[in-house]
């Protein structure tokens, strides 16, 4: 048989990103996090690295989010406006392997919350879990940039994950990122290229290139997940291909988008064949994180806590077995 | 592999002779480069050539049909690793474990449902493609009990998993003009290939190791046999993945020949959870077939609806319907949205005003489906255009409201709009649309 493996080596290597700091180095997390360092495709362990397992997070809330499924909140309807609370539950009960605390309450249509209750909601989850954080936000400029600066600050030392900054906004929140040492996010809605003027635009501002995680914006399953799975590839390939602009891990939002959509919400009684929807919920997180992860994601924001176990375990799985374990 | 006008061209004569209808060797190799011309029409090409040139327009990886009729599947034919640098082709098959060891009733119960489901996203129509029936009795002719069953009541492509070769020819007997495949759990042997032969099934090899298969696919091909599609068996799903792209990649990028079929997996886990994770990362990164050993229409229709997505073409934009949709229950004095009728524009904007809350009027205009910025850039998005859209659809009559929003994008075509629209106010909607509901909240739409 003159069969041979046909491997393809990469000349980049994904920049490899932590956020999270430990007493030592100046915060109060029990661990930091390391993602990215890639050198193939994902999953391919057969021609080359993938030092760093994708890595679980789970999100809380400062406000009840609207339209939050009946099935999700059965998980949650204790705890659901109580961040330090819901997060303890994430992490201690589901595995959470980082908490995203989101502060959507103070979008000014929204709740409007005040700066100080942001940083006081974001200060709850770190007294009740020590795993490292992720700071979310929105888009309204003006709002969460006074947002964020005052979080970045009182959590000074931390190296959260400040999600996210977009080419239209980025110096306040990249400017506040460095002067209090955090890792950022930097949203672009699904284009290479606009992904990879952002970085540059970070790295103009000397933003170091080991603190950036990109997320390509996520379209869930059925509402246009194709094209941000075909924008990741596109950008994992060129990461690999040696374009340092682009060679950056990704996060992705299947539990945000999941929620959102019709299917998440309806009925088996009403939509008899989409089935029962306990588990529908559940399948369309976990057909869209899974996808994604083979699309490149290294950082998964989830939602439902059987999604999360399922994804935890197939990516162990991979990963212990690449292992030899 | 596709070869290129000038790859063709040095194996052509070069001596301009004209005989082949076209004046130049040149002229002649770009048209079938481009398929426009066969080799054949020129008399004096060599035997090179002709083996250089035939084997190129070879598929690298073989069109395999399963089943008859309307419900027949076809897979194969691909011709890329990633979906975005052409697209793919055929859609995974989704089958349905079916087990001789259940009583006829529930069978029959099971075959009739399944037979029955389907449901429409997107103006296409989401099915399951085929049946795979596991002969698992210990009755003697449970097989082909099953299998007659089966044929009465389904039009689906059938998979026979039989490890009882006896068993096995009872119900091949009735699918003789049915197109059935053969699942087969230990290696080929000539007895099967025969049977495949004799029935006009393919095989669908199955085996521990590249070689192993390799082996068990050069057994089958010297005897002729091609319609086979391969199966590696695997651990866990980074395994499996990762031989998939071997197998893929070495048809398409090596060209090597012995694993150029499509691929098969049976996912035989019992926890639904794992079974959809696993079957979501096979879809993509390309099984052909995935057989599912439970009926369950949550995960059906998820998995169905990532089919979908992963083989749109992205070369094609897919579209909705261009029409009047209607958001939550609008009444005449309901306000009145417009956008393009590019799906993704359409999702996101009817589900920001399904979101907001209230009930809306969406009129989604015909723009081939491209999106708000590309669809004005080339001139289809524009006043006229819309306002006569409108008009087209007895917009005017349907509703009482006369302020209609536009994207913020497009707030350059609000003066145009008015002008073709009379009696109408325009009103320049936000750029983004998860501005939606905070804007429905703030402006006066009616």
Redesign the interface.
Known sequence: MDFEIPKETSTGKIVEVIFGATPDQGGTRSHSITVGGSSALPFHFFEGEHPHRPVVAMEVFDKIPDKYPEPLLEYYKDVIGKPGEMAKRCVEQYGAESVSVRLEGTHPEKGNRSADEAVEAVKAVLESVQVPLIISGHSHFEKINEVMKKVCEATAGENCLINYVETDNYKTIAAACLAYDHTIVAQTPIDVNLAKQLNILLTEMNYPTERIIMDPLTSTLGYGLEYTYSIMERIRIEGLGGDRMLAFPMLVNPGYESIRVKEARVSEEDYPEWGNQEHRNAYWEIATTMSLLAAGAELLLMYHPKAVETVKKKIKEMYDSRDGD | MALSGLDIFKLLPKTNCGDCGVPTCMAFAMKLAQKKAELSECPHASEEASAVIGAAATPPIRLVKIGVGAQALEIGNETVM???EKTFVHQTGIAIQLRTSANEKELLAKVKEIER???E?VGEELKVDLLFISHDSSNKDGFKNAVKLIKENSTKGIILDCPDREALQSGLELLKDDRPAIFLREEVTDTDIEIAHACGTSLILLADT??DL??QIEKTQQADMNDIVLSLNS?????H??NS??LR??AL??N?R??GYPLFTFIEVEN???L???A??Y???YDSIIVLPTY????????L??R???F?D?QKPIQVEPKIYAIGEPTPQSPVFVTTNF??TY??VS?EI??SGVSAHLVVCDCEGQSVLTAWAAGKFVGETIAKFIKDINLEQDVKTRKIVIPGFVSQISGDLEENLPGWEVIVGCQ?A??I??FI??VNLT
């Open positions: 990633f979906r975005h489901y389907k449901v996203r590249f070689e390799n082996n651990q866990e799903i980074g395994q993945v990762q792209t071997i990649r070495s990028k090596k090597y012995p694993f639904e959870f794992d959809m994770a696993m979501s990362a879809l993509c990164k369950d229409r949550a995960m059906l229709y998820t998995l609806t990532l979908q997505n992963i749109t992205p799906s993704l999702f996101i589900g399904e979101n983004e998860s501005d509901p905070a909240k703030n």
